[in-house]
């Protein structure tokens, strides 16, 4: 990339998590290019103090408005606008300075962010898939009103992004979406009703955030994936088809109607997909990060995932048929149960229950607005709740 072009303002939304963290790594790396603009963080505040004076951004945001005077107070010798609640975040996006947003946070509260970035028209690079599962079609709307650019930080969706650069959509036959397969992939299936969280949060290839490392375990997230690359690529889920890749190396492939397929590999860093999104639409910015040797593809291996052992995955593609907001229930039951099984209330395969039951009892709606998926994400937790209390563990 020329390094002459115009320095970026970047966003940080979920500045203390997994991909926000790795995000800064990458300002870091190139103070030239980056600048870190607005950070914004859950609940974190210590940590979003100690990056708010590392990176000293014009704004931070607490979510979470019992930590608002805490981080006030620490950051008051500084120039540093400090601001709390969702609605903040949702304003500060919008503001003229900022180039691209980094949506990062984690579940449902990614989505009236998004929405204000994609009003601004702001490039956005999403690593919030659950903003797509919740409301795609609603997304998708949106960004086609709008000067607002959408890039995938997902290892496996920008694979797919970088496959299909320079092709057409109706020379795409289907899209292979890789899993790890996660912790679990050879464990019996009678063995994970016994499985603890601890069990569940040892994923053998990624470092991920407590959540989404669950839904690792339970292969919720390569659900999640499926329904997110529906919405970016305009691929029918039947034209997505998941593969188990253990080694994580094939990060997604594409085949063609052609029966020539593209493969997208790298080592899995999170750093190569969110390097990649930031340098967009430029181009790839160089690194000294370790390289991918000829051993790293020496031994890679592929094989269909079980249904039946992890049966969320057919529970995604429901939702994804059904439409309207059954993914937003779906995700907001998962959002409940994950929650739940962090905290030793229930066990793994009760999520799977957990799910299907409040997907079975929330009334959907076939072609929702904004209100219609606030109203269903509220009306699933609140049952996904009662679920587990019920629930014995």
Not at 144 to 158: A, K, N
Not at 192 to 208: C, F
Not at 296 to 303: G, R, S, V, Y
Request: net charge negative; aromatic share 8%; hydrophobic share 40%.
């Amino acid at each position: 990339m020329d390094t002459m072009i115009q320095k970026r303002n970047i966003a940080v939304l979920g500045s203390t998590g997994s991909i926000g963290r790795q995000t800064l790594d990458i300002i870091s790396e190139y103070p030239q290019l980056f600048g870190a603009w607005l950070l914004v963080a859950r609940s974190s505040a210590d940590l979003l103090i100690q990056q708010a004076r590392q990176y000293r951004p014009h704004m931070v945001i607490i979510a979470d408005e019992r930590y608002y005077d805490y981080v006030r107070d620490a950051l008051s010798d500084t120039s540093i606008e400090v601001a709390t609640g969702s609605a903040a975040i949702a304003q500060a996006v919008t503001a003229p300075e900022i180039d691209t947003v980094v949506t990062a946070m984690v579940g449902y509260s990614g989505l009236e962010s998004t929405i204000a970035a994609i009003g601004a028209g702001k490039r956005i690079a999403l690593a919030n898939k659950e903003t797509l599962v919740v409301a795609g079609e609603l997304i998708t709307r949106l960004l086609q009103d709008s000067p607002s650019v959408l890039y995938p930080v997902d290892s496996e969706h920008g694979a797919f992004y970088q496959c299909l650069v320079g092709e057409r959509m109706q020379d795409v036959e289907k899209l292979w979406l890789t899993a790890s397969g996660g912790p679990f992939r050879t464990l019996p299936r009678e063995r994970l009703e016994t499985v603890t969280a601890a069990d569940a949060l040892k994923h053998p290839n990624w470092s991920m955030g407590a959540k989404i490392t669950i839904d690792s375990a339970t292969m919720m997230n390569k659900g999640f994936e499926m329904i997110e690359a529906r919405w970016l690529f305009g691929i029918e889920p039947r034209d997505i088809e998941i593969v188990v890749h253990p080694q994580s190396i094939i990060h997604s492939m594409v085949a063609f109607k052609d029966g020539s397929v593209k493969a997208q590999l790298g080592l899995p860093d999170m750093h190569l997909p969110i390097r990649y999104a930031l340098g967009l639409p430029d181009g790839r910015l160089a690194s000294d990060c370790r390289k991918m040797a000829i051993e790293d593809m020496a031994n890679l291996t592929l094989e269909r995932p079980d249904f039946d052992k992890f049966p969320l995955l057919g529970t995604a593609y429901r939702a994804a048929r059904l439409g309207g907001t059954a993914p937003c229930v779906m995700n907001a039951a998962n959002e409940i149960a994950v929650a739940s099984f962090l905290q030793n209330k229930i066990r793994f395969t009760d999520i799977y229950n957990i799910i299907d039951k409040t997907m079975d009892k929330v009334p959907h709606v076939e072609q929702p607005g904004y209100d219609d998926y606030v109203e269903s994400n509220a009306q699933a937790r609140e049952y996904a709740s009662h679920l587990v209390k019920e629930t014995k563990n």
